[in-house]
C-alpha cells in the first residue's frame, strides 16, 4: 500500500450511513466519496474559521446562516 494513503475504520450511527448513501445514490457516487468531500468541506470551514476577514456563509434562498466551527 502506499505511504499516500492512510486508512481509518470509521462506525457511524445507522441514520447518519443512511443520510450518506441517500446523497451518495443521489450524486451517482459512493458513500466514501462523499465522506471525502465532506471532510475537505469540514477541513476549509475550520481553515477560514483562522482568518478573521473570511465566513463561510449558506444560503437558503434569502436566508443567509454563518458557519462556524466549535
Known amino acids: 500500500m502506499s505511504n499516500n494513503i ?5 462506525v457511524l450511527p445507522v441514520d447518519l450511513y443512511n443520510e450518506l448513501k441517500a446523497v451518495a445514490e ?3 457516487t ?5 465522506i471525502r468531500k465532506f471532510i475537505k468541506l469540514g477541513l476549509l470551514a ?25
Open 26 to 28: 443521489k450524486r451517482s
Open 30 to 34: 459512493t458513500v466514501v466519496d462523499v
Open 46 to 70: 475550520d481553515r477560514l474559521e483562522d482568518e478573521p476577514e473570511a465566513a463561510l456563509i449558506i444560503r437558503e434562498g434569502k436566508s443567509e446562516k454563518q458557519i462556524m466551527i466549535i
Open 6 to 10: 492512510k486508512r481509518y475504520s470509521l
